[in-house]
C-alpha cells in the first residue's frame, strides 16, 4: 500500500473482506481498481527457490467490470518477490494456456526462481517478471 501511495494513488482496506485485500484509485482518471494478495512463504532449492499460491477459480472467472488486479509475494529469506498480473491476463493463461493446476475449485500456481542464472519460471503457471 505504501508503494502505491509513493506513487500517488490513494489506497484503502475495504472495511467488509469478500475477496479484496486493496482498493486503489487513480484519481487522474477516476478508476477504482480492486487488489487481491495472495503470499507464499518459498523453499530452498539447489537452483534458487520454488513457492506456491492458491487461488479461488471462482474469482479469476467472475465478470465484474471493475478491474482486479493480482499481487503474488513470494518471500524467500529475508526477501520479498512480487509478482503483479491482471485477472484477464492471468485468466488468459489459465485458459488458453493450460497454466496452472485446478483442484477442488482452487487453481494452483508454482513458480520458481533461479538464484544463478537470475531468471524466473513457472510449472504449470505464468512467467512472473520478479
Same mark, same amino acid.
Given at each position: 500500500?505504501?508503494?502505491?501511495?509513493?506513487?500517488?494513488? +490513494? &489506497?484503502?482496506?475495504?472495511?467488509?473482506?469478500?475477496?479484496?485485500?486493496?482498493? &486503489?484509485?487513480?484519481?487522474?482518471? !477516476? +478508476?477504482?481498481?480492486?487488489?487481491?494478495?495472495? !503470499?507464499? +512463504? #518459498?523453499?530452498?532449492? /539447489?537452483?534458487?527457490?520454488?513457492?506456491? =499460491?492458491?487461488? #479461488?477459480?471462482?474469482?479469476?472467472?467472475?465478470? /465484474?467490470?471493475?478491474?482486479? &488486479?493480482? &499481487? $503474488?509475494?513470494?518471500?524467500?529469506?529475508?526477501?520479498?518477490?512480487?509478482?503483479? =498480473?491482471?485477472?484477464? %491476463?492471468?485468466?488468459?493463461?489459465?485458459?488458453? %494456456?493450460?497454466?496452472?493446476?485446478?483442484?477442488?475449485?482452487? =487453481?494452483?500456481?508454482? $513458480?520458481?526462481?533461479?538464484?544463478?542464472?537470475?531468471?524466473?519460471?513457472?510449472? +504449470?503457471? =505464468? !512467467?512472473?517478471?520478479?
Amino acid at each position: 500500500m505504501s508503494e502505491l501511495l509513493l506513487r500517488g494513488y +490513494n &489506497v484503502a482496506v475495504p472495511a467488509v473482506d469478500i475477496g479484496d485485500d486493496i482498493y &486503489v484509485v487513480e484519481d487522474a482518471e !477516476s +478508476n477504482l481498481i480492486r487488489v487481491q494478495v495472495k !503470499s507464499a +512463504n #518459498c523453499q530452498a532449492r /539447489k537452483y534458487g527457490f520454488v513457492g506456491q =499460491i492458491r487461488l #479461488c477459480a471462482r474469482q479469476l472467472k467472475e465478470g /465484474k467490470r471493475t478491474k482486479l &488486479v493480482y &499481487v $503474488f509475494a513470494l518471500r524467500f529469506e529475508a526477501r520479498w518477490y512480487f509478482v503483479l =498480473i491482471s485477472r484477464e %491476463h492471468l485468466l488468459e493463461e489459465v485458459e488458453l %494456456h493450460k497454466t496452472g493446476t485446478k483442484y477442488n475449485g482452487d =487453481i494452483t500456481f508454482t $513458480f520458481r526462481y533461479d538464484e544463478t542464472s537470475g531468471k524466473s519460471s513457472a510449472q +504449470n503457471a =505464468i !512467467s512472473p517478471a520478479m
